[in-house]
């Protein structure tokens, strides 16, 4: 029950907000409710968020004990749950939610988008906070990519790349002809077969019959080859994506495909992948094409 300091021989007064306050005689509301209800101006949100910039949040630092915890978490009971989730799921089947998805959805609407695009853009972890979240998920494993939406996203990038449209390709043109960064391994290669002065074409785009591109690391128009440089991880952790492509060139177009790893151009090993390379060109060619 609620105690007051008002003497019992005077009448009570109460707070005009409505709360059912009793308070002194002489005052009008209690300390506070005057501000019921009313919202601040834009000017005077800006001028407190620079009064507060900078400061330490009242609860910061502050550890809970367990036994805080497990008061938090019986906060709500099991009955209030079951409650909530049956009047959830009544809201539901009377299709009070509609409005959250589709068109009706607010955040759908275009001056909502524009006006959470302004509020995000250029906002930025502060470097304290990065390298906090850096540790917190060192050695985490992530977050799992359900199977559904990995069906999903591969049948997209497959069938409707958004990087194959004519107004991306015509809008990023270094798309259609190979990427701007070559390799150090790559520029190996490339002298391995100027020494045995075999021409080639570098970064070479072939069309896929369904739509998009593949890069040719090294092709060998006058042996209609192909030489891969498997240098990045991702060779290593997908093999079998290297071969469906290697079996798909073969299948259309008839080019067979050599692939050399990073460890074959050691000093070392130089003269065994040269020896490898001849044998790979002179395996279905004779003549004048012949690799000596």
Same mark, same amino acid.
């Given at each position: =029950?609620?105690?007051?300091?008002?003497?019992?021989?005077?009448?009570?007064?109460?707070?005009?907000?409505?709360?059912?306050?009793?308070?002194?005689?002489?005052?009008? %509301?209690?300390?506070?409710?005057?501000?019921?209800?009313?919202?601040?101006?834009?000017?005077?949100? !800006?001028? #407190?968020?620079?009064?507060?910039?900078?400061?330490?949040?009242?609860?910061?630092?502050?550890?809970?004990?367990?036994?805080?915890?497990?008061? +938090?978490?019986?906060?709500?009971?099991?009955?209030?749950?079951?409650?909530?989730?049956?009047?959830?799921?009544?809201? %539901?089947?009377?299709?009070?939610?509609?409005?959250?998805?589709?068109?009706?959805?607010?955040?759908?609407?275009?001056?909502?988008?524009?006006?959470?695009?302004?509020? %995000?853009?250029?906002?930025?972890?502060? !470097?304290?906070?990065?390298?906090? #979240?850096?540790?917190?998920?060192?050695?985490?494993?992530?977050?799992?990519?359900?199977?559904?939406?990995?069906?999903?996203?591969?049948?997209? =990038?497959? *069938?409707?790349?958004?990087?194959?449209?004519?107004?991306?390709?015509?809008?990023?043109?270094?798309?259609?002809?190979?990427?701007?960064? +070559?390799?150090?391994?790559?520029?190996?290669?490339?002298?391995?077969?100027?020494? =045995?002065?075999?021409?080639?074409?570098?970064?070479?785009?072939?069309?896929?019959?369904?739509?998009?591109?593949?890069? $040719?690391?090294?092709?060998?128009?006058?042996?209609?080859? &192909?030489?891969?440089?498997?240098?990045?991880?991702?060779?290593?952790?997908?093999?079998?994506?290297?071969?469906?492509?290697?079996?798909? &060139?073969?299948?259309?177009?008839?080019?067979?495909? $050599?692939?050399?790893?990073? $460890?074959?151009?050691?000093?070392?090993?130089?003269?065994? $992948?040269?020896?490898? #390379?001849?044998?790979?060109?002179?395996?279905?060619?004779?003549? *004048?094409?012949?690799?000596?």
């Amino acid at each position: =029950m609620r105690t007051s300091c008002i003497p019992t021989n005077t009448t009570a007064n109460f707070c005009k907000c409505g709360c059912g306050t009793p308070i002194p005689p002489g005052n009008t %509301w209690v300390r506070g409710h005057h501000r019921r209800g009313v919202k601040h101006t834009k000017e005077a949100r !800006e001028k #407190i968020s620079k009064a507060l910039k900078g400061n330490t949040p009242w609860n910061k630092g502050i550890p809970r004990t367990e036994e805080e915890r497990q008061a +938090i978490s019986r906060g709500i009971s099991e009955e209030e749950r079951k409650r909530r989730s049956e009047r959830t799921k009544k809201g %539901w089947e009377e299709e009070k939610y509609d409005f959250m998805y589709g068109e009706t959805n607010p955040a759908c609407r275009p001056e909502v988008r524009e006006k959470i695009g302004n509020a %995000w853009r250029g906002r930025s972890h502060a !470097e304290e906070t990065k390298e906090k #979240i850096r540790k917190a998920r060192l050695g985490k494993p992530g977050r799992p990519f359900p199977e559904n939406l990995k069906k999903l996203f591969s049948k997209r =990038m497959k *069938e409707d790349n958004p990087m194959y449209r004519k107004e991306v390709l015509e809008k990023h043109p270094v798309l259609n002809h190979g990427p701007k960064f +070559i390799s150090e391994g790559e520029d190996k290669v490339a002298k391995i077969l100027q020494d =045995m002065k075999i021409s080639y074409e570098r970064q070479k785009p072939l069309k896929k019959a369904v739509r998009g591109y593949y890069m $040719l690391d090294f092709f060998l128009p006058e042996y209609n080859v &192909i030489i891969e440089f498997d240098g990045h991880h991702s060779h290593v952790e997908n093999p079998e994506r290297d071969k469906e492509r290697d079996e798909y &060139i073969l299948k259309t177009y008839g080019y067979p495909t $050599l692939r050399i790893k990073p $460890l074959e151009l050691n000093n070392r090993n130089r003269p065994d $992948l040269i020896e490898k #390379i001849r044998r790979f060109l002179n395996g279905g060619k004779t003549g *004048e094409n012949k690799v000596n």
